[in-house]
Protein backbone atom coordinates (compact mmCIF):
# COMPACT_ATOMS: atom_id res chain seq x y z
CA UNK A 1 0.00 0.00 0.00
CA UNK A 2 2.73 2.67 0.55
CA UNK A 3 4.27 1.54 -2.47
CA UNK A 4 1.06 2.82 -4.36
CA UNK A 5 0.84 5.97 -2.15
CA UNK A 6 4.89 6.66 -2.53
CA UNK A 7 4.55 5.83 -7.15
CA UNK A 8 1.59 8.28 -7.13
CA UNK A 9 3.23 10.99 -4.90
CA UNK A 10 6.01 10.79 -7.21
CA UNK A 11 3.89 10.81 -10.40
CA UNK A 12 2.25 14.05 -9.33
CA UNK A 13 5.72 15.61 -8.56
CA UNK A 14 6.88 14.73 -11.87
CA UNK A 15 3.54 15.92 -13.22
CA UNK A 16 4.28 19.18 -11.53
CA UNK A 17 7.67 19.83 -12.35
CA UNK A 18 8.73 23.36 -13.74
CA UNK A 19 11.50 23.32 -16.71
CA UNK A 20 15.09 25.06 -15.99
CA UNK A 21 13.13 28.35 -18.02
CA UNK A 22 10.22 28.24 -15.43
CA UNK A 23 12.72 27.98 -12.61
CA UNK A 24 14.95 30.77 -13.74
CA UNK A 25 11.99 33.00 -14.67
CA UNK A 26 10.24 32.54 -11.54
CA UNK A 27 13.78 33.46 -9.51
CA UNK A 28 14.66 36.33 -11.63
CA UNK A 29 10.78 37.54 -10.74
CA UNK A 30 11.26 37.19 -6.78
CA UNK A 31 14.85 39.00 -6.99
CA UNK A 32 13.76 42.06 -9.26
CA UNK A 33 10.28 42.59 -6.68
CA UNK A 34 12.64 41.18 -3.28
CA UNK A 35 13.76 44.76 -2.73
CA UNK A 36 11.05 46.90 -2.79
CA UNK A 37 10.19 46.93 0.81
CA UNK A 38 6.55 47.77 0.56
CA UNK A 39 5.92 44.01 -0.16
CA UNK A 40 6.27 40.64 0.98
CA UNK A 41 7.10 38.03 -1.70
CA UNK A 42 6.29 34.15 -1.58
CA UNK A 43 7.14 31.04 -3.83
CA UNK A 44 4.76 28.32 -4.36
CA UNK A 45 2.51 29.13 -1.23
CA UNK A 46 -0.61 27.23 -0.90
CA UNK A 47 -3.77 29.26 -0.52
CA UNK A 48 -6.72 28.28 0.83
CA UNK A 49 -9.82 28.12 -2.11
CA UNK A 50 -12.39 26.24 0.14
CA UNK A 51 -15.23 29.44 0.44
CA UNK A 52 -15.30 28.80 -3.36
CA UNK A 53 -15.84 26.31 -6.01
CA UNK A 54 -12.77 25.57 -8.27
CA UNK A 55 -14.94 23.53 -10.96
CA UNK A 56 -17.23 26.43 -11.83
CA UNK A 57 -13.41 27.65 -13.33
CA UNK A 58 -12.52 24.25 -15.01
CA UNK A 59 -9.69 23.36 -11.93
CA UNK A 60 -9.65 20.13 -10.28
CA UNK A 61 -7.89 20.97 -7.51
CA UNK A 62 -10.79 20.92 -4.84
CA UNK A 63 -9.20 23.48 -2.03
CA UNK A 64 -5.73 24.87 -2.85
CA UNK A 65 -4.11 27.13 -5.13
CA UNK A 66 -0.34 27.51 -5.47
CA UNK A 67 0.58 30.41 -7.64
CA UNK A 68 4.24 30.87 -8.42
CA UNK A 69 4.71 33.82 -7.02
CA UNK A 70 2.05 35.71 -4.33
CA UNK A 71 3.07 39.28 -3.47
CA UNK A 72 1.61 40.74 -0.26
CA UNK A 73 1.33 44.28 1.16
CA UNK A 74 0.28 42.74 4.62
CA UNK A 75 1.66 39.11 4.59
CA UNK A 76 0.32 36.43 6.36
CA UNK A 77 1.90 36.69 10.54
CA UNK A 78 3.81 33.59 11.55
CA UNK A 79 6.67 33.31 13.38
CA UNK A 80 8.88 30.01 13.80
CA UNK A 81 8.61 27.25 15.25
CA UNK A 82 4.92 27.69 14.38
CA UNK A 83 4.19 27.31 10.67
CA UNK A 84 1.31 27.75 8.17
CA UNK A 85 0.52 24.75 5.61
CA UNK A 86 -2.15 26.61 3.60
CA UNK A 87 -3.00 30.18 3.84
CA UNK A 88 -6.13 32.16 3.93
CA UNK A 89 -5.07 35.39 3.43
CA UNK A 90 -5.37 36.05 -0.29
CA UNK A 91 -2.36 37.73 -1.90
CA UNK A 92 -2.40 41.24 -3.26
CA UNK A 93 -0.85 39.57 -6.62
CA UNK A 94 -0.49 36.66 -7.90
CA UNK A 95 2.19 35.76 -10.80
CA UNK A 96 1.76 32.59 -12.95
CA UNK A 97 4.30 31.49 -15.11
CA UNK A 98 3.80 29.40 -18.05
CA UNK A 99 5.55 25.84 -17.83
CA UNK A 100 5.90 23.66 -20.48
CA UNK A 101 3.66 20.99 -18.93
CA UNK A 102 0.89 23.72 -18.89
CA UNK A 103 -1.77 25.55 -21.47
CA UNK A 104 -2.14 29.05 -21.09
CA UNK A 105 -6.01 27.99 -20.35
CA UNK A 106 -5.43 26.70 -17.27
CA UNK A 107 -3.62 29.45 -16.39
CA UNK A 108 -6.26 32.20 -17.41
CA UNK A 109 -8.77 29.73 -15.40
CA UNK A 110 -6.78 30.45 -12.55
CA UNK A 111 -6.46 33.76 -12.89
CA UNK A 112 -10.81 33.78 -12.90
CA UNK A 113 -10.71 32.19 -10.00
CA UNK A 114 -7.71 34.34 -7.82
CA UNK A 115 -10.49 37.16 -8.81
CA UNK A 116 -13.11 35.23 -7.82
CA UNK A 117 -10.77 35.24 -4.50
CA UNK A 118 -10.32 38.76 -4.23
CA UNK A 119 -6.88 38.86 -5.33
CA UNK A 120 -6.38 42.39 -6.27
CA UNK A 121 -3.88 41.94 -9.81
CA UNK A 122 -2.43 39.21 -11.79
CA UNK A 123 -0.09 38.03 -14.03
CA UNK A 124 0.72 35.29 -16.84
CA UNK A 125 4.33 35.59 -18.03
CA UNK A 126 4.73 33.62 -21.03
CA UNK A 127 8.91 32.77 -21.00
CA UNK A 128 8.64 31.27 -24.35
CA UNK A 129 7.33 34.34 -26.49
CA UNK A 130 8.65 36.88 -23.73
CA UNK A 131 5.82 38.51 -22.48
CA UNK A 132 3.84 39.27 -19.40
CA UNK A 133 0.15 40.12 -19.26
CA UNK A 134 -1.20 42.07 -15.98
CA UNK A 135 -4.50 41.60 -15.73
CA UNK A 136 -6.57 44.27 -13.83
CA UNK A 137 -9.96 41.77 -14.31
CA UNK A 138 -10.61 38.63 -15.62
CA UNK A 139 -10.75 39.61 -19.14
CA UNK A 140 -9.11 42.63 -18.74
CA UNK A 141 -5.66 42.98 -19.47
CA UNK A 142 -2.22 45.19 -21.10
CA UNK A 143 0.49 42.64 -22.46
CA UNK A 144 4.44 43.86 -22.24
CA UNK A 145 7.17 42.23 -24.59
CA UNK A 146 10.58 43.38 -24.85
CA UNK A 147 9.61 46.12 -26.96
CA UNK A 148 8.14 47.94 -23.97
CA UNK A 149 10.87 49.63 -21.10
CA UNK A 150 8.74 47.84 -18.49
CA UNK A 151 6.26 46.05 -16.98
CA UNK A 152 3.81 48.44 -15.12
CA UNK A 153 1.49 47.25 -12.88
CA UNK A 154 -0.52 50.39 -11.88
CA UNK A 155 -3.01 48.65 -9.18
CA UNK A 156 0.24 47.41 -7.08
CA UNK A 157 2.52 50.47 -8.41
CA UNK A 158 4.87 48.05 -9.87
CA UNK A 159 7.23 49.13 -12.53
CA UNK A 160 9.46 46.39 -13.64
CA UNK A 161 12.39 46.51 -16.29
CA UNK A 162 11.07 43.49 -18.66
CA UNK A 163 14.39 43.14 -20.43
CA UNK A 164 16.13 42.14 -16.97
CA UNK A 165 13.34 39.79 -16.65
CA UNK A 166 14.29 37.85 -19.75
CA UNK A 167 17.88 38.30 -20.65
CA UNK A 168 20.04 35.51 -20.54
CA UNK A 169 22.40 35.42 -17.74
CA UNK A 170 25.84 34.91 -17.84
Known amino acids: ??????????????????SVIHSGTQAKLVGLLFND????????LSLDTTQ???????????DELKPDVCLYTNPPEVEPPDDIVKT????????????????????????????ALNIKSCWLVIPALTTINVFTQPKHYKTFTLNDSEVVDELMDIHLPIVKLFHKSS
Not at 52 to 62: A, E, V, Y
Open 88 to 115: TQMPDLAIEILSPSQTVSELIAKIKAYF
Open 1 to 18: MSELLYDKVFENEEQNMG
Open 52 to 62: IDLSQFGLKSK
Open 37 to 44: EKFSLFTE
